[in-house]
């Protein structure tokens, strides 16, 4: 019997599952605005995300532009200097990749992927988003406000971010505080949705063994961040009331300007280890869709199954329950116990093993495939590289005695951008070159997707490679300016102006890419149903781009795993998940 | 079938006992379950995760040595006594929904809620009692805690409220029995964790 194919002679017995009554829109507003249909959602969710993530890229560019050219810009002091720092963090995280990642892609794929006709519950996804529009909304708002946005850096530290003196202390943290906290709420919505999704709405023979890659990245991600973000969401409640009715859960007693404020025995650390009990899963709320991903798209631009499937699901469940033990790491400046810098760097290093599992995983699916260099598969096979870049000088830092000397560098924010900016983006780029055809019919312009990718790429390099060498040579990071400075060479500053050209670059390229998705949805060559000749279930649906309850009138019923790719005996090299064993064409001419 | 055994398999093999596993075929969803109680049990998993770091940070610092306890009044175990009566009415709610006997069930409904909208206000007028005595949230952590889990506490039960009064208001419009039957059983679900919640906060408001 071939790998991967049923015998012929068994039979799928017709459905014993009653069919979900869906819910039918009958207006404009209830169809396209306020939609129950997980895929509008999706595409509202990823409208949403990517304009706000373009503020970000924008702030980043101010950024840049202090540091490569410091004293030029009138428009950029100290003060507005931080607040950019701190909210192209903040939006880059949690506003653009985790919204992205689990509601833009979640919504998208998991139903269609699971061959289910839409999420289970469909009223409490719609909020969804506009509880995340809403958090979107207050952040932006903090622009508008006295004083302006926060200041206090992305990781919100008190007592700092809530004391005079910091840039956005009268309404900006508030704000902050505030989105974050509505934010949750939202996801929680949505998070309850992809979770029970996967578990009770697979179509038939659809078991967890034959999901896709993306499923269990998205999946296992939206547990971890179920898990993770009420860690966040009480520290920010504390820090709120902090604020405003002047408790004092993370302030201890401080002098300021020779006076006793009122604040009491709280505690900073407090904060800080609830802040990085989601902050370090949140690597991988990003990371693991990411993971998924990428399995999914260097299996069907090279032809063949993914290696090491069933290690590759084990990986990610491992490295979802491993990340929760590894938080303290970004503590160790904060000090701590001897012990338990020993136990989180061993932590630390043991997440790299499955981590290291997959990459090789990767290199052996691509190992005499039949690789087609499109342009998802330039971006994934780009993202193998920026993972395992970022992800080796992340082995570093997870040790207590090399760490404390980098971590106030350039050398960490290298680091940190190599692994959870450019990697995770180069996916995003990646799955909208695999499945904008999908989502519209249309294939995107391959010259334009090419000149994106290579610019995008070489840049990223060129921008973040000399930026681990300046922090090597010891140039800090969050300084608004490094001034006349003794031990850092004066090539440190030609190193930082020609990282700020390339960041420039880099970012127009960007625009090249969302002019190429728009005039693409009019313009591009037409796609058919599956370009690619995937086997997953949402290139099998009736309609492209797929209608309400994606499948037509029946749920597709699934015979075989998602890697049925140049199966040895059959005439085509993919079988799609749910072709029956008779209808499987053979090379020797049977069926 | 296990989770363990389920994820073990080899899909890429057909003989495996993947394939020829028609049940799982026919009926995949992890747990036979309706999707409305494992939605309410995974987001149990969350509100589980935010009170125990609450109950963490709340022990941290009572530890540290400017610790001043907030009193415990009467009307704490008044509105608990409260609380565990509208767990009894749901659950005697649900037990009548199981046997069919709908008036009884449309009563145990109507107790609950109103025995919880008693334990709020009850919950409020501790708050009130407190401001006057001097314990002001700024004043000491201790003081803020106690309203932080309390207030955390009474927004759980509020969204409780929410999902009764569409329970209620469904049993009102005569919604088939069946669909009313699962919301009972959820609600009752609901408050009987909130109601283990509290105790604990409430064991833990003594013991500090």
């Not at chain 1, 708002?141 to 809530?162: C, D, E, R």
């Amino acid at each position: 019997m071939s790998e991967g194919l049923l015998d012929e002679t068994q039979v799928i017995p017709p459905a014993e599952l009653e069919e979900v009554d869906l819910y039918h829109a009958h207006s404009f507003w209830t169809k396209y605005v306020f939609s129950q249909d997980a895929k509008i959602i999706a595409i509202q969710y990823s409208g949403t995300a990517i304009t706000i993530g373009l503020v970000g890229l924008v702030l980043s560019w101010l950024m840049r532009l202090q540091l490569g050219f410091p004293d030029t810009f009138s428009f950029i002091d100290a003060d507005t200097y931080y607040q950019h720092v701190t909210m192209h963090g903040m939006i880059m995280v949690i506003y653009l990749l985790t919204a992205l990642f689990l509601g833009g892609f979640g919504n998208y794929l998991i139903p269609l992927m699971v061959g289910a006709r839409d999420m289970v519950f469909p009223y409490m996804n719609m909020l969804s988003y506009w509880v995340y529009l809403l958090a979107v909304l207050i952040l932006t708002a903090s622009f508008f406000v006295p004083g302006g946005p926060t200041g206090a850096g992305w990781t919100l530290y008190p007592p700092q971010a809530i004391l005079e003196g910091t840039p956005g202390v009268e309404w900006g943290i508030i704000l902050m505080l505030v989105s974050l906290v509505v934010f949750i709420i939202g996801f929680t919505m949505g998070g309850l949705n992809y979770v029970v999704t996967v578990l009770q709405s697979r179509s038939r023979g659809m078991t967890l063994m034959r999901m896709p890659l993306t499923v269990w990245g998205i999946f296992t991600a939206t547990i971890l961040a179920l898990l993770a973000f009420p860690a966040l969401f009480v520290a920010g409640v504390m820090m709120l009331l902090d604020r405003l009715i002047g408790t004092s859960f993370f302030m201890p007693e401080i002098i300021q300007g020779g006076e006793l404020l009122s604040t009491t025995n709280g505690s900073p650390l407090l904060f800080q280890h609830l802040f990085w009990f989601f902050g370090h899963p949140e690597v991988y709320i990003v990371a693991l869709p990411a993971f998924g991903v990428v399995s999914d798209i260097i299996s069907v631009h090279a032809r063949k199954n993914i290696f090491g499937y069933r290690m590759m699901v084990w990986a990610i469940v491992a490295i979802g329950g491993l990340s929760f033990v590894v938080w303290a790491h970004h503590m160790y400046v904060s000090g701590m116990n001897p012990y338990f810098g020993f136990f989180f760097a061993t932590t630390t290093l043991i997440i790299a093993v499955p981590t290291a599992l997959k990459m090789y995983n990767w290199v052996l699916t691509l190992w005499k495939g039949n690789i087609q260099l499109t342009i998802p598969m330039l971006f994934c096979v780009a993202f193998i590289l920026t993972f395992l870049n970022g992800g080796i000088t992340g082995l570093f830092l997870g040790n207590v005695a090399v760490d404390i000397p980098l971590s106030d560098t350039l050398f960490v924010v290298a680091h940190f951008h190599m692994v959870m900016g450019i990697a995770p983006v180069l996916v995003i780029f990646a799955a909208v070159y695999h499945w904008f055809p999908k989502m519209s019919g249309r294939m995107l312009n391959e010259g334009w997707g090419q000149f994106h990718f290579w610019i995008t790429f070489i840049g990223s390099y060129l921008i973040y490679f000399p930026m681990h060498y300046l922090g090597f040579v010891g140039v800090p990071r969050r300084y608004f300016e490094i001034g006349e400075t003794s031990f850092i060479p004066p090539s440190a500053t030609t190193l930082n102006e020609f990282i700020t050209i390339v960041v420039l670059i880099v970012g127009v390229a960007q625009i090249v890419f969302i002019i190429n998705i728009i005039a693409s949805i009019w313009t591009g060559k037409p796609a058919g149903d599956n370009p690619w000749n995937a086997t997953t279930l949402e290139w099998q649906t009736a309609t492209t781009p797929p209608g309400h309850g994606n499948f037509g009138d029946e749920l597709p019923v699934t015979y075989r795993w998602a890697y049925a790719y140049s199966v040895p005996g059959v005439e085509d090299d993919f079988v799609p998940q749910n072709l029956a064993p008779g209808d499987v064409k053979r090379s020797d001419g049977g069926q | 079938m296990g989770l363990f055994h389920e994820i073990s398999k080899k899909p890429w093999l057909s003989d495996d006992g993947d394939d020829g596993d028609i049940d799982t075929i026919n009926n995949p969803a992890a747990f036979f379950l309706p999707s409305g109680k494992v939605g309410l049990r995974v987001f149990l998993v969350v509100v589980t995760v935010v009170f125990t770091l609450v109950t963490i940070a709340y022990v941290d610092r009572m530890t540290f040595v400017n610790w001043r306890s907030v009193p415990e009044p009467w009307v704490l175990w008044l509105n608990t006594a409260l609380l565990i009566g509208a767990s009894l009415a749901f659950q005697w709610a649900r037990a009548s929904a199981g046997r069919g006997t709908l008036n009884a069930m449309r009563d145990g409904l109507h107790i609950g809620g109103v025995l919880t909208v008693g334990f709020l206000a009850g919950q409020l007028f501790v708050w009130r009692q407190l401001v006057d005595l001097g314990y002001y949230a700024d004043a000491n952590t201790a003081n803020a805690f106690f309203y932080l889990v309390t207030a955390l506490h009474g927004a759980h039960m509020l969204g409780g409220l929410v999902a009764w009064w569409r329970c209620v208001s469904k049993m009102w419009q005569d919604s088939p029995v069946g669909d009313l039957r699962l919301r009972v059983e959820l609600c009752t679900t609901y408050w009987h964790y909130l109601l283990l919640i509290w105790l604990v906060l409430f064991g833990l408001l003594l013991i500090s």
